[in-house]
């Protein structure tokens, strides 16, 4: 009995792992694209490198400009439409698009699709996907999927050697 509670404890566990590992892909990936979006949405270097700092307990998205550059990345990777809505069936092929990804996609889109029905009323795009990105890392962080800032910068690390 204790050998099948530790068999499915492990599973967890290693599940766990995959999906961190499969959520700082993403944020990495997504992230290519702020270079791109610095200049479109006006922001300076300090506001930058407050990216890094996305998934952190104590960061607080309330900046306009990380609205405007978080818009802007989404629109980079065709996440959303014409009208500023999301594009569901791109956001999922874009999370699909990451090894493992396919784990967790309908997760995800369910938590943007909640967090956009949330923040549909919002007149600013900006403030818009700023409310919609604060709404979805708290439903990541609440799933236990937020990845910590160590393995992000692990995995930054490792792809610029490469």
Request: glycine share 6%.
């Amino acid at each position: 009995m204790a050998g099948a509670a530790l068999l499915v404890l492990a599973g967890l566990l290693l599940r766990t792992r995959a999906d961190l590992g499969v959520m700082t892909d993403l944020t990495l990936g997504f992230g290519q694209a702020l270079d791109h979006c610095r200049e479109e949405s006006g922001l300076t270097q300090e506001k930058m490198e407050e990216f890094f700092h996305f998934w952190s307990e104590d960061f607080k998205l309330e900046a306009r400009e990380l609205g405007c550059a978080l818009r802007c990345m989404s629109a980079h990777f065709n996440l959303i439409t014409d009208v500023n809505s999301m594009h569901h069936a791109n956001a999922e092929k874009f999370v699909k698009s990451f090894p493992n990804g396919e784990v967790l996609a309908e997760q995800l889109i369910g938590f943007l699709h909640e967090c956009e029905r949330r923040h549909h009323a919002e007149a600013d795009a900006c403030f818009r996907v700023l409310h919609m990105a604060a709404c979805f890392r708290d439903a990541c962080r609440h799933a236990r999927l937020a990845p910590t800032m160590e393995m992000l910068l692990a995995e930054f690390i490792m792809q610029a050697e490469t």
